[in-house]
């Protein structure tokens, strides 16, 4: 009895390695339950991804067609804004050339003013003011003779009312002057 007998110990070794294994298969069992509920949650996971990238997707498609609208729009806006400013380049010119024009009109009547006040009938309202020259009526009353004159226009009558045209056309003559200097220095500082 000292000895066992061969088959027995065996059947012992086995029952030992099986014991082992089943516990191994067991350790085995557990881990690919929680690799197939991590497999579940995995798979969550992967379908959120997929509809995020859907969603950005669909997001990207908007933008790009916002920005295509946007650039379509500030070109066409772009192309107005070149064109107006094209238009007042051009009225800006055409407003200078016309300024100079008038400055040129108005030099001219001033370089004509001595040649006037030198004549005799000139010294009479070339130094008073149009206000105080004989004959000297308000721009409404200046072409109505009636309101004038007591009497019918006669030709004694005719000096007085070019004079008083001449007068009212150098009072605006230099109002323009100072209104087109006043402009001039306008833009000189704007500019």
Known sequence: MTTLPLGMI?????????LI????CWMLNKRLQRLRADEQVLRATI??????TEIAERAILGLKSTAADADKTLGTRLKQAETMSHTLADQLGEGE????????IAEAARSAMPQ?????????????PPETQPGYAPAEQAYAPAAHYPGPVTAEHEPDRK???????????????ARL????RRKGAAA
């Open 47 to 52: 379908s959120e991804l997929m509809t995020a």
């Open 10 to 18: 065996i059947e012992g070794l086995v029952a030992v390695l099986l």
């Open 21 to 24: 294994t089943i516990g191994y």
């Open 116 to 128: 006037r006040e030198s004549t005799p009938r000139g010294e009479a309202y070339a130094v008073q």
């Open 181 to 184: 200097e006043e402009f001039r």
């Open 163 to 177: 004079r008083s045209r001449t007068s009212d056309i150098r009072s605006a003559a230099a109002e323009a002057t």
């Open 97 to 104: 050339r016309v300024f100079t024009r008038i400055s040129q």
